[in-house]
T-cell receptor, first 112, second 112 residues
Framework: SQTIHQWPATLVQPVGSPLSLECTVE??????LYWYRQAAGRGLQLLFY??????ISSEVPQNLSASRPQDRQFILSSKKLLLSDSGFYLC???????????FGPGTRLLVL | TQLLEQSPQFLSIQEGENLTVYCNSS?????LQWYRQEPGEGPVLLVT?????EVKKLKRLTFQFGDARKDSSLHITAAQPGDTGLYLC????????????FGAGTQVVVTP
């Protein structure tokens, strides 16, 4: 069966510090991978998606970047965090153009 | 503008009551998904509806896709505290790659 992992679960970082969030998927190959951000109790905003190694598409201009160094690894990064980067970050995977996505447990980021 | 409008934004009911939440749009969709998200976790797919007028049941949850495939509703019968969560509807974007666009969600709280 497929599983998706995210870490860390919670992170508190000062403004201006770097960020690296990691997402890994097990039990599938060549998945589409997605990074979302969610404001408290609200819907999900798609930040990045990737259809293969090294292929990253950005959905919204922002202070963040994404990378996919391996087939089942997706990393969300920032060189200098802003207060507005605080939120709940969710990684998800899907297959091809199938509509179902499977979400990880999320990382709660607080920038102070 | 938000492609999917969910209402109400927040709903608080007593255990045993019924509730309905809505997902509306002016666009026509080939399918629509409902997810439930519990606090601190990622969303989990409940159902996908694909046919206009379709009704799907998942235990005490009834999902309906509008005849014109522009809207959907989720009805919960005899709600229980375990039904508490954020209910999100989502549709695939027109540029495929399995990208989803989510509504802002309805936060449901069921108190004992």
């Amino acid at each position: 069966s497929q599983t998706i992992h995210q870490w860390p679960a919670t992170l508190v970082q000062p403004v201006g510090s770097p960020l690296s969030l990691e997402c890994t998927v097990e039990g599938t190959s060549n998945p589409n991978l997605y990074w979302y951000r969610q404001a408290a109790g609200r819907g999900l905003q798609l930040l990045f998606y990737s259809v293969g190694i090294g292929q990253i598409s950005s959905e919204v201009p922002q202070n963040l970047s994404a990378s996919r160094p391996q087939d089942r690894q997706f990393i969300l990064s920032s060189k200098k965090l802003l207060l507005s980067d605080s939120g709940f970050y969710l990684c998800a995977w899907g297959q091809g153009n199938q509509e179902t996505q499977y979400f990880g447990p999320g990382t709660r980021l607080l920038v102070l | 503008t938000q492609l999917l409008e969910q209402s109400p934004q927040f709903l608080s009911i007593q255990e045993g009551e019924n509730l309905t939440v809505y997902c509306n749009s002016s666009s026509v969709f080939s399918s629509l998904q409902w997810y439930r998200q519990e606090p601190g976790e990622g969303p989990v797919l409940l159902v996908t509806v694909v046919t206009g007028g379709e009704v799907k049941k998942l235990k005490r949850l009834t999902f309906q896709f509008g005849d014109a495939r522009k809207d959907s509703s989720l009805h919960i019968t005899a709600a229980q505290p375990g039904d508490t969560g954020l209910y999100l509807c989502a549709v695939m974007t027109t540029d495929s790659w399995g990208k989803l666009q989510f509504g802002a969600g309805t936060q449901v709280v069921v108190t004992p």
